[in-house]
């Protein structure tokens, strides 16, 4: 087992990396919380397997567990779905001195920190991430939220857990396209962060991720306790998303969340879309930031390396794309503000760019 520390501005939280921790759960909980009620929010893929051994460690630890399940998919998050939730934990008879484990992959996590966030003016939260993509990106950080019709994440709270368990074995259970989706999240703080992992990714062997063999675990766990450290230090120098320095984790999203509209939150996963807003940040780095054409293509390469679609469809609607973007988070009144890179290993937060910009790799795309 793995165990690195993320620091925040309120308290420090461990992230537990390694297999068979899903057996353990009860008592590494048990080391910050005493023996109380607790509602574990997962979604209609991810309970069947993985529910029923969670409850049994905690019982065995002295925790009273309610399941509460919604359905899979980025339309679970939503206001509505969340007082769904918390009039569940109500109905089970949970109070102020309980708290919320949210167990799947980025959507549950998001939907259960915010609950955790609200319920009872604010519970503790703990992650246990059952996808490669949440946990090297959406489980650190305490970023929660649900998204509205308008778009993603625009109702939200920051509200960091108490810990976050990544157990690897989980991710055996993935299929090849979910776990291309999570390295899209790697490659992304590569980019932004960290030009020697960039390296090391070029020669990372993928198709370990068909089988994930133990010792191909071990390498995955040295390579999600990386990214993990990436991230908590970035956050860590603007927890609240204040001064710009946090934004740059958000390399790619900016087109990525407008693509992810645009299709209905159906045609593409979420690290799909970030990947395809990726290739689209390139474009503008390179007219914006000076990005070298052979860094642009060895960036496109690597996330084609990882089977990670490059392209849009050819009648993909890319004015649905462009109309979604003026609900960004970054852009401040109507002055658009987007991550640029103008060489592997780091990244900005540019107010140099132009609609037009942006527009022309949306049209490359």
């Given at each position: 087992?793995?165990?690195?520390?993320?620091?925040?501005?309120?308290?420090?939280?461990?992230?537990?990396?390694?297999?068979?921790?899903?057996?353990?759960?009860?008592?590494?909980?048990?080391?910050?919380?005493?023996?109380?009620?607790?509602?574990?929010?997962?979604?209609?893929?991810?309970?069947?397997?993985?529910?029923?051994?969670?409850?049994?460690?905690?019982?065995?630890?002295?925790?009273?567990?309610?399941?509460?399940?919604?359905?899979?998919?980025?339309?679970?998050?939503?206001?509505?779905?969340?007082?769904?939730?918390?009039?569940?934990?109500?109905?089970?008879?949970?109070?102020?001195?309980?708290?919320?484990?949210?167990?799947?992959?980025?959507?549950?996590?998001d939907l259960?920190?915010?609950?955790?966030?609200?319920?009872?003016?604010?519970?503790?939260?703990?992650?246990?991430?059952?996808?490669?993509?949440?946990?090297?990106?959406?489980?650190?950080?305490?970023?929660?939220?649900?998204?509205?019709?308008?778009?993603?994440?625009?109702?939200?709270?920051?509200h960091q857990?108490?810990?976050?368990?990544?157990?690897?074995?989980?991710?055996?259970?993935?299929?090849?396209?979910?776990?291309?989706?999570?390295?899209?999240?790697?490659?992304?703080?590569?980019?932004?962060?960290?030009?020697?992992?960039?390296?090391?990714?070029?020669?990372?062997?993928?198709?370990?991720?068909?089988?994930?063999?133990?010792?191909?675990?071990?390498?995955?766990?040295?390579?999600?306790?990386?990214?993990?450290?990436?991230?908590?230090?970035?956050?860590?120098?603007?927890?609240?998303?204040?001064?710009?320095?946090?934004?740059?984790?958000?390399?790619?999203?900016?087109?990525?969340?407008?693509?992810?509209?645009?299709?209905?939150?159906?045609?593409?996963?979420?690290?799909?879309?970030?990947?395809?807003?990726?290739?689209?940040?390139?474009?503008?780095?390179?007219?914006?930031?000076?990005?070298?054409?052979?860094?642009?293509n060895a960036?496109?390469?690597?996330?084609?390396?990882?089977?990670?679609?490059?392209?849009?469809?050819?009648?993909?609607?890319?004015?649905?794309?462009?109309?979604?973007?003026?609900?960004?988070?970054?852009?401040?009144?109507?002055?658009?503000?987007?991550?640029?890179?103008?060489?592997?290993?780091?990244?900005?937060?540019?107010?140099?760019?132009?609609?037009?910009?942006?527009?022309?790799?949306?049209?490359?795309?």
């Amino acid at each position: 087992m793995i165990s690195t520390e993320v620091r925040s501005s309120g308290n420090s939280y461990r992230v537990l990396i390694g297999p068979g921790l899903l057996e353990a759960i009860g008592d590494a909980i048990k080391e910050k919380l005493a023996p109380s009620r607790c509602a574990i929010v997962s979604d209609t893929n991810v309970a069947p397997l993985f529910a029923g051994k969670i409850q049994k460690s905690l019982a065995s630890a002295g925790f009273e567990s309610a399941l509460i399940t919604v359905p899979a998919g980025e339309h679970s998050k939503t206001l509505e779905q969340a007082g769904a939730v918390v009039e569940e934990m109500l109905g089970a008879g949970l109070d102020r001195q309980s708290f919320v484990i949210g167990l799947g992959g980025g959507v549950v996590g998001d939907l259960s920190g915010f609950v955790a966030a609200i319920f009872q003016r604010g519970v503790p939260h703990v992650q246990i991430p059952t996808t490669l993509l949440a946990m090297v990106d959406s489980s650190i950080g305490g970023k929660t939220g649900v998204n509205t019709a308008t778009g993603k994440n625009l109702i939200g709270a920051f509200h960091q857990p108490i810990l976050v368990i990544d157990d690897v074995e989980v991710l055996r259970t993935l299929p090849r396209r979910e776990l291309s989706q999570g390295s899209v999240e790697i490659i992304k703080h590569a980019v932004i962060a960290d030009a020697e992992m960039f390296e090391q990714l070029t020669r990372f062997d993928g198709s370990k991720f068909d089988c994930l063999k133990q010792s191909s675990l071990a390498e995955l766990a040295a390579l999600i306790r990386r990214n993990i450290e990436i991230k908590a230090k970035i956050v860590a120098k603007d927890e609240r998303d204040r001064t710009g320095e946090r934004a740059v984790l958000n390399f790619g999203h900016t087109i990525g969340h407008a693509i992810e509209r645009a299709g209905d939150y159906k045609t593409f996963l979420h690290g799909e879309a970030v990947g395809l807003g990726m290739v689209a940040a390139c474009d503008v780095s390179m007219k914006k930031a000076g990005l070298p054409e052979k860094q642009h293509n060895a960036i496109v390469d690597l996330l084609q390396k990882f089977e990670v679609p490059t392209k849009l469809p050819p009648n993909f609607p890319r004015q649905k794309i462009l109309d979604a973007l003026k609900f960004d988070k970054k852009f401040e009144c109507d002055e658009i503000r987007f991550v640029v890179t103008s060489k592997i290993g780091s990244a900005k937060l540019s107010r140099d760019v132009a609609m037009d910009d942006i527009r022309t790799a949306v049209e490359a795309l």
